[in-house]
């Protein structure tokens, strides 16, 4: 009877404390009960709303930055949709790529925290392929597109200036606005701007894992043409003689204009 | 005694179970017993030996890539110290960063890697002045220095030629040392070569850490002396006439080495 009761209690307990503990009643006695559920990796994605991601992404740019506005705006939502321990997720860790990491001006932290929000649903080809199609779209697109409903830093009446950034670097892509708009870096005018791009990538990089997850997304581009001319001497395995080798995919032409001449 | 016994089968429970739930028993049931239990953020940070961490992140590459090689090197070993819901972070996510970002030779991967190892401690200030620290010696610093036991892919005689990276970017670290090397760019050696800078960026990141812990961790630099020459002109506020912002803290001559000529 005491065994029978200690076996029920058990059972009771494994009820109620359900998808909170990962394994059986032997390995969470075993680990003394401190295992909790488990996250698959990648995770499920659930399809998202376009619209309300862009509107989520602009305001989140002004919680945490321009990746942490991409990569929460997706990575959130669809976690919060999966429940613990997916909602768990430290999503503020994200914010160090803002200003291309720590202001440093690399990688803009859009590209950044749209190719680290792919990464948590998709590895491998799939992920760079995902990574190629965003990445070449925000090199060779007009932006920002965004017009919030009630801009932040600027006046409603404002029309934004849109630019090509000719790379995924961020002060290449802010110098290539702010000589577009004739504004400084640091203006309200840029920081709004930014702003807006985190819009415009968070909405691509949806639409982009919507069609993963519909089978509808195929790949259309892997470089720029731009790059892809140079890459034809200068790719892995594709050199003619006295041609180096570069890893890069990034439009060369940007940052060296001269090459060959 | 039915209530009494229920009672006691609610405490047995919650003592099993333990840490792995937030809340009280009521929270439990009120969530069905779904809620697992949750971490904090900033993550608790324990120092970490600098040679393993070395040896872990070269073997790290090899599994993940340049970025998830440092990444988990730190972040790992610390989430195994401090157990479940730590442990349970899905590492992996950070391979999306190996080549600059999916091969497109953007940030490099051990900078991304490290920065986001660093913001898994830190926030703020304290975070982006480790990131200034680590960013600005992987540029003025002739690397790799790592010597592994067993190299994994050039002869236990070859000498590992080192070189200034003078960016923190991905294919200009990488062509700057092909050109020392005089190796290819796609070279068993050049792969090497990264391996190594792995385990040197990982290392220096735990450097800071543990300094950063043990509260000796004071910051000596901001950027290199050649960025904060130009800055003194073009950084935020400091603006001669005619001399635009710009949002970088990279060595500027290394991809504008005319700049006012």
Redesign the interface.
Known sequence: MNQKMSRR?ML??T???????AGSVAS??SA????????V???PYHTLDISRTREHAYQGYNKGGCMFGVFEAIAGPVAEKL???YS?F?F??????G?????????CGT??GA??A???FH?GER??QL??EL?TWYETTKLPTFIPARPRRVPKTFKMPRSLAGS????IS??HW?QAAKK???SPERVERCGRMVADVAGFTVELLNRAALKTFKPTTQISPQAQACLSCHA??Q?APNE???????QCQT?HPKAHE
Chains 1, 2 share one sequence.
């Open positions: 209690t009771g307990m009820t109620l404390a359900g998808a909170a503990m969470l006695v003394g009960g401190r295992e909790p559920e488990r996250a990796f990648p995770w429940g613990p321990p768990h430290p503020q860790m994200s914010s160090y790529g200003g291309g990491v720590a202001l440093w001006g690399t990688l590209c950044n190719a680290m792919i990464a948590m590895q992920r760079n990574i190629n990445f995924t670097l961020c002060h802010i110098t702010t400084e870096a640091h892995r395995g050199q180096p080798e570069v890893v890069s995919r990034m940052c």
